[in-house]
């Protein structure tokens, strides 16, 4: 385990919410899981002491859904990310809340 590693959160769903709250439009927050950080840094809060857990979201809006996904990059040195996508409420797929960094690719098409 490397001490540089650690999770970054790259989802646009924050900052959709904020948008949303500022022109009062309606929406719907729901937890998908929980993922562990597997850094150094995700392993224990220095505060609580408690393990660091990820909550994965899905945001509905209009007809829209933004889903996220914990992208794990399996070497040690790499941080893992957690990534966004957003799709028409129509056109949802299958989604997994985890995945290996190969697939990042994959999402942001």
């Known amino acids: 385990m490397s001490y540089e590693k650690q999770t ?7 900052k959709t919410i ?12 729901t937890i998908l899981g929980e ?3 597997m850094g150094c840094n995700d392993d224990v809060d ?3 002491g408690l393990s660091r857990k990820h909550k ?6 209009k007809d829209k859904v ?17 990534v ?10 299958k989604w997994k809340i985890e995945r290996t960094n190969k697939y990042l690719d994959e999402i942001r098409k």
């Open 8 to 14: 970054i959160n790259c989802s646009e769903i924050d």
């Open 18 to 29: 904020e948008l949303l709250k500022e022109f009062g439009a309606e929406y719907k927050l």
């Open 35 to 37: 993922v562990q950080g």
């Open 46 to 48: 220095i505060f609580d």
């Open 56 to 61: 994965i979201r899905k945001l509905e809006y």
């Open 66 to 82: 933004i889903l996220e996904q914990m992208c794990r990059n399996p070497d040690c040195d790499e941080n893992d990310l957690i």
């Open 84 to 93: 966004s996508k957003k799709f028409n409420k129509d056109k949802v797929p």
